[in-house]
T-cell receptor, first 113, second 109 residues
C-alpha cells in the first residue's frame, strides 16, 4: 500500500452541494484516472489525465469535473449536476507511455442525502 | 463500441477444483487484456496481463482473438483465491481502460 492515496475514506454531503475528492500519488506517474464503482456495474471511467494540465472525459463524465495542476494530484469534483452521486470512487495512476499497469487507491465512499 | 463482458457475477468452487472465470470483449483494434483482483479489504491490483504470458499465483489467461475471449483459469483453486476478479482492456496507447462488471469467486474449503 501507499504510493497513491485518497481522502477521505468516507464522505457525506447534502444534495445540491459540490464535493471534491482528493487523489495524490508519489509514484511519479504521468497518467491518472477516476473511476466510479457501483454494485453490479464494475468500474466505469469518469475522467483521465495523461499529463499535467491535460485531461479527457471518460464514459460517464457528466456532472463531474477534474483538474491536473500538479503531476501528483488529480482531484475530482462531484457537482450538484450529477444525478446519482452516491457511489464508491476509485483513483488510479499509471507510469505512462509503454506501461499499462494501473495502481489503485483505497477509494472514497461518497454518500449524498 | 468497446466492451468487456463477464457473464458470471458469482462463482463458487471447492478447494482443489479447477476454476475458470470467463471474459469476452469487443474492441475495434488490437486490445491489451488484463485481469485485476481485489482481495477482501485490499486494493484492486493487477493479477496478470495477456502479453506477459506469465502464470501468477497459478492463474493463466490466454487471449483467443477468434472467440474474443480472455478467460482466467487455475487448475486447483485455493481458499486464498477467494476475491473479486475484473477483466479489463485498453488499446495500444493505454489511455483509456474498460472494465467488466466483475466476478466474485468463493473457494469452499
Amino acid at each position: 500500500d501507499g504510493g497513491i492515496t485518497q481522502s477521505p475514506k468516507y464522505l457525506f454531503r447534502k444534495e445540491g452541494q459540490n464535493v471534491t475528492l482528493s487523489c495524490e500519488q508519489n509514484l511519479n506517474h504521468d497518467a491518472m484516472y477516476w473511476y466510479r464503482q457501483d454494485p453490479g456495474q464494475g468500474l466505469r471511467l469518469i475522467y483521465y489525465s495523461q499529463i499535467v494540465n491535460d485531461f479527457q472525459k471518460g464514459d460517464i463524465a457528466e456532472g463531474y469535473s477534474v483538474s491536473r495542476e500538479k503531476k501528483e494530484s488529480f482531484p475530482l469534483t462531484v457537482t450538484s449536476a450529477q444525478k446519482n452521486p452516491t457511489a464508491f470512487y476509485l483513483c488510479a495512476s499509471r507510469l505512462g507511455q509503454g506501461s499499462y499497469e494501473q495502481y489503485f487507491g483505497p477509494g472514497t465512499r461518497l454518500t449524498v442525502t | 463500441a468497446q466492451r468487456v463482458t463477464q457473464p458470471e457475477k458469482l462463482l463458487s468452487v471447492f478447494k482443489g477444483a479447477p476454476v475458470e472465470l470467463k471474459c469476452n470483449y469487443s474492441y475495434s483494434g488490437s486490445p491489451e487484456l488484463f485481469w485485476y483482483v481485489q482481495y477482501s479489504r485490499q486494493r484492486l491490483q493487477l493479477l496478470l496481463r495477456h502479453i506477459s504470458r506469465e502464470s501468477i499465483k497459478g492463474f493463466t489467461a490466454d487471449l483467443n482473438k477468434g472467440e474474443t475471449s480472455f478467460h482466467l483459469k487455475k487448475p486447483f483453486a485455493q481458499e486464498e483465491d477467494s476475491a473479486m476478479y475484473y477483466c479489463a482492456l485498453t488499446g495500444n496507447t493505454g489511455n483509456q481502460f474498460y472494465f467488466g462488471t466483475g466476478t466474485s469467486l468463493t473457494v469452499i474449503p
